[in-house]
């Protein structure tokens, strides 16, 4: 799977900025190029909603953060990447003008992704020396939440190019679409076209309004095509008997003058202000900020569902999850510091995490605990290929203080220290910490290994009870945990 280092990002819009979050919070640094003056102030309004969204989204740590800088010529922000976003205005010749000065800059080995909404990409190629690296890369607001990106190529467009971006893309957590005809507006905005015409028709024709529009989508059938599409949708209201049936059966009512698909309301004035006026009532009250974080946290609610429920776009999210944690290096036991606790967890406070109060739960302090116990059982050796062959660490008894609350989106780490590990007994201690390092809370676990196949007590294997035994005589020489032993209420 491609991994780059660098991105040239050339516009800094909407969809620009959203790349430029997208991949700057994959560790990669970006080279941005846009002649407003304000564009770092946007850029960087954006990143903060991705952080924010993403602090909600997942559980595993991104990479460390890329640089940000901002160039005075495309040229100086096209030199050193290993990608180029093109996000200018859908103009063909400023779009064309732009490759111009990057082909100047690039080898000709460089991927230039146009984030055009429906240019057709021969078009776009049409006076370009290497063509054969021009692709569209069509993404969709906002583009470091939502991961579809439709990829096309053009007729002078070379497969190794595509293959690369579409591996370049997954890799950040997207999911390419590689739609294999030209085709104008592509798949995703032709359909969304289709929608926005029969609406306009609704609306100039008094039958609707904004809202109620709206409404009959996002209570609606929006959430069914949110997570299963139009056709898989129609496949289930066509019952046992599937697509065949429905088609049958509801297929003539596509002879019936329904809608306006094949006409366009005239664009006057007159509908200009109807639109403008009824959105304005629909949800003037909230600012464009409001609205966008509102966007995101719903997102991102159903996203991590869909992740929960391996669906759909939850399968991305998945993956790319899984890629995270595959990339974190786990530190050789033998180099490990022994003369303190050992860090065991680090993560924030997601949302369902909390109370009403946004706080964290009881329950949700236990899983934190649990997953450090988890975290320190890999370390000696217990990870999951061992529990699949061999045995596990099962929890007989827990002890928990809450010293402290801790609220929403806020970090917190763990760290254990091995009060006792002999023979198949491993006695820890972990505290929780908040970011600023005060102390939170902390627990007192006792862990006994069992063997899986007979569920019972049993011998942990040679390699565990060598570094178990290894982090108890080093932690021995701590100082005795405050609260050790202790009962509730009760000083031992």
Known sequence: MSRIESVGVIGAGVIGSGWIARFLLNGIDIAVYDPSKDAPKNVNKVIQNAERAYAQLLTSDLPKRGTLTFENTVSDASK?????????????????????????????????????????????????????????????????????????????????????????????????????????????????????????????????????????????????????????????????????????????????????????????????????????????QFSIHELEKKRDDNLVDFLKVLKENRWGAGNTLKEFEDRLNKTKKRTDFAKLDLTAPLLTLKTKVRKEWADYNDHMTESRYLECFSDASTEMMAIVGVDEEYISSIGSYFTVETHIRHLDEVLIGEGVYATTQVIHGTGKKLHLFHYLYHEDDSLLATAEHMLIHVNLKTRGASMPSELVINRVEAVYEAHRKLAKPEGLARAVGDKV
């Open 80 to 284: 050193a990447a290993d990608i180029i976003i093109e996000a200018v205005p859908e103009r063909l010749s400023e779009k064309q003008s732009v490759y111009d000065e990057i082909e100047l800059s690039t080898n000709n080995n460089v991927i230039i992704a146009s984030s055009t909404s429906g240019i057709l990409p021969s078009d776009l190629q049409a006076k370009m020396k290497q063509p054969e690296r021009l692709i569209v890369a069509h993404p969709f607001n906002p583009v470091y939440l939502l991961p579809l990106v439709e990829i096309v190529g053009g007729s002078k467009t070379y497969k190794e190019f595509i293959e690369r971006a579409s591996s370049i893309f997954t890799n950040i957590g997207m999911f390419p679409l590689h739609i294999k005809k030209e085709i104008p507006a592509f798949i995703a905005d032709r359909l969304l076209e289709s929608v926005w015409r029969e609406a306009l028709w609704l609306v100039n024709d008094d039958v609707a309004t904004t809202e109620e529009i709206d409404d009959a989508i996002r209570f609606g059938f929006g959430l069914r095509w949110a997570q299963m599409g139009l056709f898989e949708t129609y496949r289930l209201a066509g019952g046992e008997l599937g697509m065949r049936h429905f088609i049958s059966q509801f297929g003539p009512c596509l002879e019936w003058p329904w809608t306006h698909l094949m006409d366009v309301p005239e664009f006057t004035e007159e509908l200009v202000d109807k639109v403008s006026s009824q959105s304005d009532e629909q949800s003037g």
